[in-house]
């Protein structure tokens, strides 16, 4: 049973993620690449309390900025502060974060930091402000968190560079929506304002409403907008998108720690027809 089950993981967890190394990410960025498709480079591991997995993972992000502009690949970097140190401790964190921000400064790659669960919102926030005066640095928002709004309101005027997603997570009813209907209709709320009020942003969505939407807008305001999907979903129509002249992303993880990430797919596949029929669509770019 459990060698049916590591089989059935496996199969789903090549389908979104790279591969365990560092070169895998690489030569998936040269192929998503090579047909218009940035990629936006994670590097698996979350809720980190002990200093060797913080250490081992700023190492391998700081070997990740080197091998992209070694290879004049074209990708920004992700990254979850759980990965940094959150849940260690608050300089930890920071330090971190300037670190690998510095270092990626240097080569012009852009760092975003992920979006994870509702209780780190405000310490994510603090930490992505704390680096805001310089350039090449973005965060997820989540539509699903009734906070998002205000956060949008109090971070864009700043210059903030936001990635709006609907959310991997879930939360308290007080804190958050819970039908897909609701999320669905934020993220077209708040998607209006980062169209009416910002300048350069970054929708991370396979819901093609949402993007007609989203391209319906810009044709009315001009922004610099980027359309981003995961890896092994939908990554065809990114490529047609980038055909028809979009900015387009695929956010690509990579590393051994794939289970979590995994899951989070699964779940929101929803049911074993969906989970189905996107495994046998192909996936392949032509
Ligand atoms: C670039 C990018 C970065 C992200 N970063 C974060 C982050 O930092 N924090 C965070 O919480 N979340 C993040 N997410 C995940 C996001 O929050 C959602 O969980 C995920 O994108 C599904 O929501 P959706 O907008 O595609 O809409 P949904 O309403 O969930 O899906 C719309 C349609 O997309 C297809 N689809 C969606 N998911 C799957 C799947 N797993 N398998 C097959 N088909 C699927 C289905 O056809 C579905 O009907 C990111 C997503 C993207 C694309």
Redesign the pocket.
Known sequence: MKGIQNFIEKAFAGRWISGPAIQDAIADSKKFNSKGIKT?INYLGESFTNEYEITETVDTYMRLIRYITENGINADISIKPTQLGLLKDADTLKSNYSKLVAEARKSKIFVWL???EADYVDATMQLYLSELDGAGVGI?I?SYLKRSEEDIRKILPKGSVI?L?????SSTKNKSFNT?EAV?ANYSKLMGMLFAQGTEFTL????IN?IKEAQALNNEYKRNVTY???KG??NKYLQDMSKSGNKV?V?LPFGKRWIAYSYR?LK??GHIK??LK?LMKSQKLE
């Open positions: 936006i992920d979006m994870e997820c989540q990635r997603v609907k959310g991997a997570y897909r669905t991370g969505t396979h819901d949402m981003a999907m995961l979903i939908n992303a956010y797919r929101e596949a969906l989970i996107s």
